[in-house]
Each structure stands twice: as C-alpha cells, then as structure tokens.
C-alpha cells in the first residue's frame, strides 16, 4: 500500500521519502515503476504506481554489470 505517497494517494506531506530500486521503465511517457511503490486495487490486487522521471534521485547504481559499468565510464570528451 502507498501510505507515504502524497496528497494524491493518501498518504502524508513531507513523509519519508519512498526508497527502492527500478522495475520497469516506460521510456514514452517518461515514468518509472519503482520496488516500493504499490497501491491496492479494488479487487485488493497490488499494482505499481508510476513515478516521474523528474521526481526521482539516483542515490546507487548497480555495478555488477561491467558493460553497463563501461558505457557510464567511457567516451567522456
């Protein structure tokens, strides 16, 4: 449930904010799925709710990937 979410879905001004890594990004509309960012449904179904791109803070990458790693790293002129 997104009880920390903000006005729109219920939750609370100025709470902690939400913490989590990425699970889907819709490159379209500029939205990213975050791990922690869930709402109930009707039916009592968990869904993820979208967040903007712009609303996000990048605090840790994941480095395991070395070409990934690589592709951040490199070309910098």
């Given at each position: 449930?997104?009880?920390n979410g903000g006005k729109r879905h219920g939750g609370k001004r100025n709470?902690?904010?939400?913490?989590?890594s990425?699970?889907?990004?819709?490159s379209n509309?500029?939205?990213l799925y975050i791990e922690g960012?869930?709402?109930s449904k009707s039916d009592?179904?968990?869904e993820a709710v979208p967040v903007n791109a712009s609303n996000?803070?990048?605090v840790r990458l994941d480095e395991t990937d070395k070409y990934?790693?690589?592709?951040?790293?490199?070309?910098?002129?």
């Open positions: 449930d997104l009880s709470a902690e904010p939400l913490t989590g990425v699970i889907k990004i819709d509309k500029g939205r960012a869930k709402a009592n179904k968990e996000v803070v990048v990934r790693v690589q592709q951040l790293t490199g070309n910098r002129s």
